[in-house]
């Protein structure tokens, strides 16, 4: 093949003028030649796709140009692309479950990947681990999974009956050795395990079907999210599908000594209310502070948003403990109303969304996708986003450490471990997924532990408890593998000293946090029924206004004086129980991990 081969490819480059396009290969013997001058031409375009903003354009033309290149790889005698198995840990959210699919089809439309010529898609493959406790959403997973089967994109469905024959397929020996790993197996409960053993359950699985692709790369995504980029376009957000995924999974893996890469999130913040309280009070403080001195019937004036910053976890309450510097103003809030309007409906909408925070969706504070450059940006990473992170085989080695814990920051914790143990072989890379906490329906995520929704009472005390001793687990064990190898921890008594150390420094931060969130709290509370204010007594904003008590009534239950998640941290009794686990847990680590590792050599 030659250029004439490419017609897309030929007039692109005739109509696209840029120094620096690379030479097409003359008489390319092997495949890797042709993805080799691709790597370079999308490089060129992307830069200039992004250079002010999105060109929808060159976007365009970036599709066809993926597209001709998949047809022209079926007809290479050796393509070795990578297969990938996308894995979908989902429990009881069957409307997430169909927009996460709807998005990697879609991608695959836009940026093909190993397409066959019926239509179907090759080079990537689904796999639905249930763990889900309701019957009707668990026949509705089953339903989605055959649906898009139908439509070309082929979706295993892994439900708890498979789940169990896996584990059983283990002796009684291993079951026992790796209970921290894979739980304490109930068939008569076996639903809601938790996020963290469901991922090692499905790891179990996918050691089963490693064997029936030549190069599989296994993709763990969450349900809760999508194959596309959160933008601004002229002042305003758009969620788009602009980025090459699976080509540059494919092309990572295939040119670097990788076993690991994680992406991010855009769009919802990837951590807990728990953490974000603060900020976000912050932010609504502002936004009636604003709202008070404008008029009621005013032309809104919430969408000239400043430039306000999209660098590191501007969300999290204590971004400094992650080496990020705190944001110190508040966000402006941008109005999500299109059509004109005034502040009084602005105020409105704004009200109707701020119970949307417990399940979270920052209202104020979303992630940006910023471009740069996939391939030669990759970098050593430390943390693994969970539900966005792909590994080759001898990552099924690295199970998801200490998940019947059920902590947050499982993440996190696996990734200083791999950093560790892997170095340069374990990447982050800018490929990020939309993060959407929340569908569309009832403006409420569908199932979330540790959250619990009573009428208009939400409680966070169990996430919060989860957040707070997952914060201990991942600073402790940050700690810990500065002098001791993830295999080899010091003596019992040595990590609970350890983990004492770490949990008090932290409950200082979260006391001071606490005490910072009910100052704001009091100002609002006073704010928003100050006689002067234009919504105060008016009979039409009367709704609003309950609605924001109704949110304020909520960060109160949660983050008031007698606040049950923050008894948990109080607690001595809780915190000995709670460290005493952990402890445990992480000497035990070691023996796990030689028992999973000679488990899979022989799977």
């Known amino acids: ?282 932010d609504v403080l502002a936004f009636l502070q604003e709202m008070a001195g404008y008029k009621e019937k005013e032309v809104c004036r919430f969408h000239a948003v400043d430039a306000q910053s999209r660098n590191g976890a501007v969300y999290h309450d204590m971004a400094d403990l992650f080496g990020f510097q705190s944001a110190e103003t508040a966000f402006q809030y941008r109005c999500a109303l299109e059509d004109s309007h005034d502040h009084a409906a602005c105020f409105r909408n704004f009200a109707a969304r701020l119970k949307q925070f417990f399940d979270g969706e920052h209202p104020t504070r979303k992630t940006w996708f910023t471009y740069s450059d996939v391939l030669s940006d990759a970098v050593s990473a430390r943390t693994v986003y969970t539900g966005n992170y792909v590994f080759n085989r001898e990552g099924l080695n690295y199970f998801i450490p200490f998940a019947t814990l059920k902590l947050r920051m499982a993440g996190p914790t696996l990734g200083r471990i791999l950093a560790a143990e892997l170095g340069e072989r374990f990447l982050s890379d800018n490929l990020p997924m939309l993060h959407k906490r929340t569908v569309d329906e009832t403006g409420k995520s569908e199932f979330r532990p540790g959250i619990v929704h009573e009428e208009q009472l939400i409680d966070l005390s169990g996430e919060l408890e989860r957040q707070y001793f997952g914060d201990v687990m991942l600073f402790s064990m940050e700690k810990l593998l500065q002098t001791a190898s993830p295999e080899k921890m010091p003596r019992r008594e040595n990590i609970m000293a350890l983990l004492q150390q770490t949990e008090s420094g932290l409950r200082k931060k979260y006391v001071e946090k606490h005490r910072q969130i009910q100052q704001r709290l009091e100002c609002l509370e006073e704010l928003l029924l100050e006689p002067e204010n234009w919504w105060t007594g008016n009979k039409a904003m009367a709704a609003a206004v309950k609605e924001i008590q109704i949110f304020l009534a909520n960060i109160r239950h949660n983050f008031g004086v007698d606040a049950r998640g923050m008894e948990y941290i109080q607690s001595d009794d809780h915190r000995r129980e709670r460290l005493r686990q952990m402890a445990e847990a992480i000497q035990e680590y070691g023996q796990e991990r030689k028992v999973w590792q000679k488990l899979l050599s022989l799977a």
């Open 1 to 282: 093949m030659d250029l004439h081969d490419f017609p897309v490819l030929s007039a692109f480059l005739k109509g696209f003028r840029n120094a620096d396009l690379p030479a097409f290969p003359p008489e390319f013997q092997a495949s890797e030649e042709l993805l080799g001058f691709y790597d370079e031409l999308f490089s060129v375009l992307e830069r200039k796709m992004w250079e002010e903003g999105l060109d929808k354009k060159l976007l365009e033309s970036y599709r066809q140009l993926v597209a001709e290149l998949d047809r022209k790889m079926q007809q290479v005698k050796a393509d070795h692309r990578h297969h990938f198995i996308v894995i979908i840990p989902v429990a009881d959210r069957p409307r997430h479950l169909q927009s996460c699919l709807e998005s990697l089809l879609t991608l695959c439309r836009h940026f093909p990947y190993g397409s066959r010529a019926d239509g179907s898609i090759g080079g990537v493959s689904v796999l639905i681990a249930d763990d889900s406790r309701e019957e009707d959403n668990i026949a509705k997973h089953q339903r989605i999974a055959a649906a898009f089967c139908d439509r070309g994109l082929a979706t295993q469905y892994f439900g708890q009956e498979a789940q169990l024959r896996t584990i059983e397929r283990l002796t009684q020996e291993q079951q026992q050795a790796l209970q921290g790993v894979l739980g304490n197996i109930d068939a008569r409960c076996f639903f809601h395990k938790g996020a963290s053993i469901m991922r090692n359950i499905a790891y179990l699985r996918l050691a089963e079907m490693a064997g029936q692709h030549e190069r599989p790369l296994f993709y763990f995504i969450d349900s809760d999210q999508e194959f596309r980029v959160k933008i601004e376009t002229h002042g305003a957000e758009e969620d788009v599908y602009a980025l090459n995924y699976f080509y540059y999974l494919d092309r990572l893996f295939s040119n670097r000594d990788v076993s690991m890469v994680t992406g991010k999130v855009v769009g919802d913040p990837p951590v807990s209310p728990a953490v974000m309280a603060s900020n976000f009070l912050k």
